[in-house]
């Protein structure tokens, strides 16, 4: 190696001095220019294209709308914005921008002279980095480059801010700078921030409002009026159907999030505000009572618009039960399902309203399972309940009579026709779903009672009205028909008209409970509540509205003193369904019947084929002696389809099989010696599954067995 240097140092000195000047300037030259090619390719790498500023607008949130175009929530990734056109705004917040920011804007090249002295300044003599601060410069910065502060990004930013102002006019440049301009948290525009701010459109600020807006880009944070968490001033973010997954799965993520839509929804924000504060108010009402959380759900029956929905106490508290939807949660509906159990029996003809149906001790075997002694809320039994009865005062024996007369499978397929879509399996219940004993979700649950309310026609729930992009193009508009029929329109009327008699209801409610609204005495109304209290339940409506609530716990554990119609779900409902029948429905089919309907009519609506008869109060039957002014028995008014009403007059008298010992009726599924019983002539009626109630006898009715399944042919409400 030394060999080598020395060699090396030989001949450099043998060459003449000029040329070795030379050699050495050049290689000087070779070093300047690669640093210079250097430099410009590290301020010119990925130096994006001022015409991005147009080309790839920033990102646009997505808003969603009540019926009436009421701001509910808005959709973005980190930034809230919403484009606005200059000719848009007043003068005013044009005149404030410029005057804090830039006043020699539009005098002014890209750049402020005293602006950049002052910063070259502050930077090398005070170690502060800063910008000229024009409003071109700060356009380009946050809108085409990153917040770094290096020199660098000021280099690029001089480049752009000259490219910007060689492009684009003085006009667009504001424009485009109103809508890119941070002014604190989320807030993105001047359009989004007049909302956050004042909750009004930037075009109706005052010259107040536009001054104070007009000083946030320059420090955000500090000058906001909401301190450090700006986004919290829309108090009224909802969670409305979890709007955002749908648009998504249609619309795509990056539309629903930057892409601008414009979703007007079925909501109606005023009633929508008002379910959310009772369902609120009364579930701290009643956290004494190991009840944590609620639900509720308004909707149009004649369209299936859903008008509010509250998934929970409080969606946004988490440690209290919130972050979750219970409109869209699986839980039992108890008694609330019986309705659909007796449109059954009455569309196939198995019962009337009048038909007997003996609530007494009875026990059912079903094949595989084990025996199944079901009791009633109350814990006792009312001996001969006729079925306006049985179902307006939910007792639960006759309720699995009913179906254990209708069958699993029928029921499982009428109850899927009228949109309860979880039940399906047969196999996978017992005589015990008439009580609740499977899960539905409460917007399915509103969906099937929806049925009742239309006279027999399905109509699917509705969330979305219309789906624009922000430029007004209709992506999306909803044109309403009228659904599929599941029910004869008569068997609809007899249980509508069932639920709304307070008569038929007042053994277990009283004649004043939480069921019975104010000046509205045709609300037809069912509650539910699970035996074990997991879940508390209430649903009522007429023709023009629906309201569902529920009440429990996220987890499951049971309730306190949770009493059906008098606590828990009907204060809510009962609250909830006045104020929306006094309130006009705001915005799309305001008032008036849906479309498809030619007129309102009274509630419920008879048809033809009803027909009303005086029967026997015992029976059900006709009075032997109608015409008279002794009847032959007490009486009272009832419905009946034309091909389905009784026959025969009543006739209680009869001879019966009974024990020696006792003299009480021998039953169905009681198979005693035969020298242990003897025929007697007592007063008596005979339900469909062959009960026997004994009117005269001394002793109550001993425990009676039926076995399931069974399939009876039922030629009189008799027999």
């Not at 996978?428 to 309310?453: C, I, K, P, Q």
């Amino acid at each position: 190696m030394l060999l080598v240097a020395k060699l090396k140092k030989t001949l450099i000195t043998k060459i003449p001095l000029r040329f070795r000047t030379f050699l050495y300037a050049h290689r000087f030259g070779i070093l300047v220019v690669t640093l210079v090619l250097g430099l410009l390719f590290y301020i010119f790498k990925d130096l994006p294209s001022p015409t991005a500023l147009t080309s790839h607008p920033a990102p646009v949130s997505t808003k969603i709308l009540d019926r009436s175009g009421k701001l509910l929530y808005e959709i973005y990734t980190d930034q809230n914005r919403t484009p606005i056109v200059l000719e848009q705004l007043p003068s005013h917040v044009k005149r404030s921008t410029i005057a804090i920011e830039d006043k020699d804007f539009y005098r002014h090249k890209g750049f402020d002279p005293r602006g950049i002295l002052r910063a070259f300044f502050n930077t090398f003599f005070r170690q502060e980095l800063q910008g000229g601060s024009t409003i071109t410069q700060q356009l380009v910065k946050n809108a085409l480059l990153t917040p770094e502060r290096t020199l660098r990004r000021k280099i690029r930013e001089f480049l752009l801010t000259s490219m910007v102002e060689i492009i684009y006019p003085k006009d667009k440049i504001l424009e485009m700078y109103l809508n890119q301009i941070p002014y604190g948290g989320t807030a993105y525009g001047i359009e989004s921030a007049s909302q956050v701010y004042f909750n009004k459109s930037a075009k109706d600020l005052n010259l107040a409002e536009a001054a104070l807006l007009a000083g946030l880009p320059a420090a955000p944070t500090r000058y906001s009026p909401f301190g450090t968490h700006p986004e919290l001033a829309k108090a009224r973010q909802l969670e409305v159907l979890k709007v955002k997954e749908p648009l998504a799965e249609k619309y795509g993520s990056n539309n629903v999030e930057q892409g601008g839509l414009r979703v007007t929804t079925t909501i109606d924000a005023d009633i929508q505000q008002y379910a959310e504060k009772i369902v609120h108010d009364e579930i701290d009402k009643l956290r004494t009572s190991k009840v944590t959380n609620g639900a509720a759900l308004v909707i149009r029956p004649t369209t299936g618009e859903i008008l509010a929905m509250v998934g929970s106490h409080d969606f946004f508290d988490k440690e209290k039960g919130g972050n979750v939807n219970l409109a869209f949660a699986l839980r039992q509906p108890g008694s609330a399902i019986k309705p659909i159990n007796y449109a059954l029996g009455l569309m196939n003809r198995r019962i009337t309203l009048a038909t007997p149906l003996i609530d007494a001790p009875t026990c059912f075997y079903v094949i595989g399972q084990e025996r199944y002694c079901p009791v009633n809320y109350d814990n006792q039994f009312h001996g001969d309940t006729q079925v306006r009865f049985a179902l307006g005062n939910s007792f639960n024996i006759p309720a699995v009579k009913m179906l254990y007369l209708n069958s699993l499978q029928e029921f499982i397929s009428t109850a899927s026709a009228m949109g309860l879509t979880t039940l399906k399996d047969p196999s996978n219940y017992g005589l015990s779903l008439t009580l609740g004993g499977g899960e539905v979700r409460m917007v399915d649950l509103a969906t099937a009672f929806g049925v009742f309310a239309n006279g027999g026609v399905r109509q699917d729930l509705v969330s979305i009205l219309k789906v624009e992009n922000y430029k007004g193009k209709v992506l999306q508009d909803t044109k309403f028909a009228q659904g599929p029929r599941v029910l004869p329109m008569d068997v609809s009327y007899l249980i509508s008209h069932t639920l709304l008699d307070n008569n038929a209801r007042s053994a277990t409610f009283g004649p004043s409970s939480y069921l019975v609204v104010a000046n509205h005495p045709e609300i037809s109304v069912k509650t539910g509540t699970t035996n074990d209290k997991r879940d508390n339940w209430t649903l009522g409506y007429n023709q023009d509205i629906l309201v569902a609530t529920w009440v429990g716990n996220n987890d499951n554990s049971p309730m306190g003193a949770v009493a059906s119609g008098v606590t828990g779900a009907s204060p809510i409902w009962n609250k909830i369904i006045s104020y929306s029948l006094a309130h006009p429905i705001s915005g799309n089919l305001e008032g008036g019947p849906a479309p498809f309907q030619k007129e309102r009519q009274a509630w419920p609506i008879k048809p033809e084929s009803i027909i009303g008869k005086e029967i026997c109060v015992l029976s059900g039957l006709l009075p032997p002696n109608p015409g008279g002014d002794d009847k032959g028995c007490q009486t009272r008014f009832e419905y009946f389809q034309t091909d389905n009403q009784p026959y025969g007059t009543e006739s209680l008298r009869r001879q019966i099989s009974v024990y020696k010992d006792t003299h009480e009726p021998v039953q169905p599924g009681q198979n005693p010696p035969v020298e242990q019983i003897q025929p007697e002539d007592h007063s008596t009626i005979q339900d469909p599954t062959g009960t026997i109630y004994c009117f005269d006898c001394s002793v109550p009715t001993r425990a009676i067995n039926l076995t399931y399944p069974v399939r009876k042919s039922l030629s009189s409400p008799s027999d």
